[in-house]
């Protein structure tokens, strides 16, 4: 190149470069230009922004996230499933008993990252086609007003990082053309290797890294993301000792389809042989024995929906016994693969000075695999009779948690053996089933050793405040020149060393598919709305007097001396519960959540259907096959 060119460029690009910098510094992003610009060098002064780094001392920060854990699962909450990484973590941090989600995957995850309760952010639903609709609270696309964790902490010296489900990219935008804004590179992850949907399967995943799909290697997602995990953050130490990570750790795992190799599963031959039931107990007591729950706590009667283990044939006990120890065996090797990363830091020498956060589940425990469960059938397929569903899964048992079982789930008795205290599972914002997950925070430099369990109220949108102020940050009022609206969650920061500390975080609203409650210093109001997907998916004729709106029945439940709501006391205290519903619409107009759309409207497409008029032909059966083919494009994964 001549050499009078290339200067002569340099000058051209270096120019726009300090024009573009002084312009984005006027709309509140770089700082503006402070030295003087004359006609000549000599006249002029340099000038050079002093380079952002993280607070003195600020530690790295690691999320993990699992996905449709129950609450009774892990053995790191008096569950039977081995999850040592998991217990170790808590053993030697915090173990939070009264902390929540917002009952299913995307809400929960944008509540999450933003700080913000989820219609707020725009994800009343998903960011999938057939499960978002047109209006401010429920089109699927977090808006930039609403910045996200990463953003913040890479604005603020930090290296950004996730691997595994993302779970808010809209479909439309889910294709290697873009656009980016609404994948993780466009909300602060500088790297991002996994998926952008809400489900995949662990061999064959519809798998990005930055802003490209890529070809998995053929091994299981749980490997991969962790190994490329511990890669990003050896590069970045690397090339920048020294210099504070954040890292989302966000697993498929446990969300169907339940694969695992026979190493992990076969570990748990015979264990849950003495059924749901049984299982049930055993949690309930080790619950309680090691101070998770009260030690005067009732357990709640089994579902109506769910027969006895004793009522079974054996060939049922056996099938659905195989579906758990898979399941189990899942989680296990979940837990071994953070427990990789885990040993990967403290051999690194990094493990002191970073904070970690798990939250065991996205929500409850999937109701998403029937009453017999499900090998091959698609999310919203309508279930065949008894005897054919418990013979089609026995003719294909061994295809349970291998690479052939595409959609496996467990049957719906074994999620609430899973979700033991409590009623109810994923889905039922209206419960603590479907929304209480054990969180656990560690940080060796700084908090209590000792295992011990803090009962403060929390949410999900408290971890980005309380990630700030451990950090030494405030909440940015701009990020790169958008304005940012408040955060919503309270910091749990104060509870680290007061066990007995009171709750900060006073009010909380729920809302999924119709399933709805609100939350006010420990009393709460709720209603099981119908239809919801059992009622749509079940086989057999449904009773449908009580379905809509208009049909809901609030129940009332003091949480302080009924934590898992089984004395209703609206009849008792009526005035209680006018409040709490007068609060739940003041909630709904604050938070975006109105219009209120339910599962009928989504399984008869009434919502995003870009003007295509429903006609009074649709049916429940014609729309759950729609939704079949959303389920393995959008629902499934993002569509390409």
């Known amino acids: 190149m001549n050499k009078r060119f290339f200067f002569i460029a340099a000058a051209a690009v270096l120019g726009g470069a300090a024009h573009a910098q002084s312009d984005v510094g006027a709309q509140g992003g770089s700082p503006a230009f402070q030295g003087v610009i004359g006609k000549t060098l000599k006249d002029s002064k340099e000038w050079w922004a002093t380079p952002v780094h993280a607070p003195a001392g600020a530690p790295n920060v690691v ?17 039977v499933i081995r999850t040592p990484t998991f217990d170790s973590l808590a053993d030697n941090g915090l173990r939070y008993t009264n902390f929540h989600t917002a009952g299913i995957c995307a809400p929960t995850r944008s509540a999450l990252l933003t700080g913000r309760n989820h219609h707020y952010v725009h994800e009343g ?12 609270g429920w089109d699927g696309r977090v808006p930039a007003t609403d910045g996200t964790i990463a953003e913040i902490l890479r604005d603020n010296g930090y290296s950004t990082f996730g ?34 949907g809400s489900q995949t399967d662990q061999y064959q ?11 998995p290697d053929g091994r299981h997602l749980n490997d991969q993301i962790t190994d490329k995990a511990i890669h990003y953050i050896a590069r970045q130490q690397k090339a920048a000792p020294g210099k504070p990570f954040f890292l989302y750790y966000a697993p498929g795992a446990t969300h169907a389809p339940h694969q695992v190799d026979k190493y992990w599963s076969d570990q748990y031959k015979g264990a849950f042989d003495d059924g749901w039931d049984a299982f049930r107990e055993k949690v309930f007591a080790s619950e309680k024995r090691r ?32 579906f758990m120890e898979v399941y189990a065996g899942y989680l296990t090797y979940t837990d071994f693969e953070v427990g990789r990363l885990v040993n990967y830091l403290k051999e690194s020498g990094l493990l002191d000075n970073t904070i970690v956060f798990v939250v065991l589940g996205d929500n409850g425990a999937s109701k998403e695999g029937s009453l017999h469960g499900v090998i091959n059938k698609s999310l919203f397929a309508r279930t065949t009779p008894d005897i054919e569903a418990v013979k089609a899964n026995l003719d294909s048992i061994g295809e349970i948690g291998t690479a052939d079982g595409h959609q496996t789930n467990y049957p719906l ?11 109810y599972w994923k889905q039922d914002a209206n419960s603590e ?79 999924i598919f119709g399933a709805r409650s609100v939350y006010k210093d420990g009393w709460k109001a709720e209603t099981y709305h119908h239809p919801d997907v059992l009622d749509l998916s079940l086989y057999g004729s449904r009773d449908t007097s009580n379905f809509g709106f208009d049909h809901d029945v609030w129940e009332l439940y003091d949480l302080n001396t009924d934590f898992n709501e089984r004395v209703n006391l609206a009849a008792k205290y009526p005035e209680k519960l006018a409040a709490l519903k007068a609060q739940f619409d003041k909630d709904a107009v604050a938070y975006r959540i109105y219009p209120l759309v339910d599962w009928s409207d989504v399984f008869n497409r009434r919502i995003h259907n870009h003007g295509t008029p429903v006609t009074a032909a649709s049916t429940t059966a014609g729309a759950a096959g729609q939704m079949n083919a959303a389920a393995s494009a959008g629902v499934g994964g993002a569509t390409h």
């Not at 639903?125 to 209006?135: D, K, N, Q, R, T």
């Not at 439309?172 to 991002?192: C, L, Q, V």
């Not at 008795?413 to 009623?423: E, I, L, R």
């Not at 102020?469 to 910091?491: M, N």
């Open 205 to 215: 995943p519809d798998l990005i890294e930055d802003n490209a799909h890529v070809t």
């Open 125 to 136: 639903g998903f960011s999938h086609i057939a499960l978002s609709a047109g209006f401010p």
């Open 433 to 511: 089933g479907g929304t209480r997950n054990p969180l656990i925070v560690f940080y060796p430099r700084v908090l209590p050793h000792d295992g011990s369990v803090r009962n403060q109220y929390g949410h999900v949108i408290d971890l980005l405040p309380t990630t700030l102020e451990v950090v030494g940050l405030t909440a940015p009022a701009v990020i790169r020149g958008v304005a940012q609206d408040t955060i919503q969650g309270v910091s749990l920061a104060y509870s680290f060393r007061d066990a007995t500390a009171a709750s900060r975080h006073h009010e909380q609203y729920y809302y």
């Open 291 to 322: 101070g998770i729950i009260p030690a005067n706590a009732v357990l709640p009667e089994r579902n109506p929906n769910i027969p006895a283990w004793s009522s079974l044939s054996a060939e049922e006990r056996r099938l659905y016994a195989r």
């Open 163 to 196: 691997v595994g489900k993302y779970g808010i990219t809209p479909d439309e935008e889910a294709t290697d053309a873009g656009p980016f804004d609404h994948w993780p590179s466009g909300k602060g992850f500088e790297h991002w290797f996994g998926f952008l």
């Open 413 to 423: 008795g074994w999620a609430q053996a899973a979700n033991t205290p409590f009623k």
């Open 63 to 79: 999320w993990i996230l699992l996905d449709d854990v129950g609450f009774g699962a892990s053995s790191a909450f008096g569950g």
